[in-house]
């Protein structure tokens, strides 16, 4: 697994360049202050460790140290299409968290400027299905429908039942809060499915949806999970308007993904999105400046 780490830093920031990425950031720099919380980012299907990336430097201005992985079954870098469209990747994805975790606070460089009882989680698309598991859900692989031409993939075929996964799935409590955008929510039909969940979870939904999430299935996902879940719908949106603004080299060759519905300010969205999310973290996990 790829990692990319955020965290606070009392460097002015430079141009950081990754790829076709400009970050305003310090690299190597020093994490400022104590022990910090976490947080965790999960992509979504065949993105990166910088799919998220400002809302990542986000958290990390307001005080968290963020780690982002690249899922190994399933990223832009080495995507291979008979890996990230098995039923294996999503199965394997939670594990991956575990993982990462696992390591942050273990072996990484900054494994002591982490705080191991603060610990937050940010996904989106499979991301997301990825959070709800980690966070007690159990899914129903019988309730999933394949991939086909329908963007909300409410019209695709299910999974062949006798494929379908059945478990055990890898959960973590030491994840203390939740943040859940535009989850593949198909796999969570019922109240049972959820029923182990008991975190603080913030939840977003785009209007519209697409690339096989439905706005519908967000909503039943919100109506099942604990009372006071934060859930948010993001008017004129759709499915990839949770992903940072592309670069304009990237806007023509992708334009699915980087391409909004006309009147939809994605960098002005990105804006409250951020601070949201920041204060739900800063909320539910102790703050950087109570220490």
């Not at 400027?113 to 940010?122: Q, S, V």
Request: charged share 20%; proline share 9%.
């Amino acid at each position: 697994m790829k990692v990319l780490q955020w965290s606070p830093c009392d460097r002015p920031p430079g141009e950081v360049k990754l790829g076709p990425f400009v970050l305003d950031a310090v690299r190597d720099c020093p994490v400022a202050g104590g022990k910090h919380p976490l947080i965790v980012l999960s992509h979504g299907y065949g993105g990166t460790y910088l799919s998220h990336r400002d809302t990542a430097a986000a958290l990390a201005d307001a005080g968290f140290i963020v780690a982002a992985l690249n899922h190994p079954d399933d990223n832009a870098l080495t995507f291979d299409p008979a890996r990230a469209n098995s039923l294996t990747s999503l199965v394997d994805r939670p594990e991956d968290i575990r993982r990462l975790i696992d390591f942050m606070l273990a072996e990484a460089p900054d494994a002591a400027m982490i705080d191991p009882e603060e610990i937050g989680f940010f996904g989106f698309s499979r991301g997301g299905y990825t959070g709800l598991v980690l966070a007690g859900a159990e899914p129903d692989f019988k309730a999933m429908r394949t991939h086909c031409d329908d963007p909300t993939g409410e019209s695709c075929a299910l999974v062949d039942p006798d494929l379908a996964p059945t478990g055990p799935w890898v959960h973590d409590g030491r994840i203390k809060a939740f943040v859940i955008a535009d989850p593949l929510a198909g796999v969570f039909p019922t109240a049972r499915t959820l029923s182990g969940i008991s975190a603080p979870v913030q939840l977003w939904r785009s209007q519209d949806g697409g690339d096989g999430v439905s706005p519908k299935e967000v909503d039943a996902i919100a109506a099942n999970l604990p009372a006071g879940t934060e859930f948010r719908v993001v008017p004129g949106s759709s499915h990839f308007a949770f992903l940072a603004v592309c670069p304009e080299a990237m806007r023509a060759s992708l334009a699915e993904i980087c391409t909004d519905p006309a009147g939809f300010d994605r960098a002005g969205f990105h804006d409250r999105l951020n601070l949201a999310v920041s204060a739900f973290f800063q909320k539910h996990l102790q703050r950087p400046d109570a220490r």
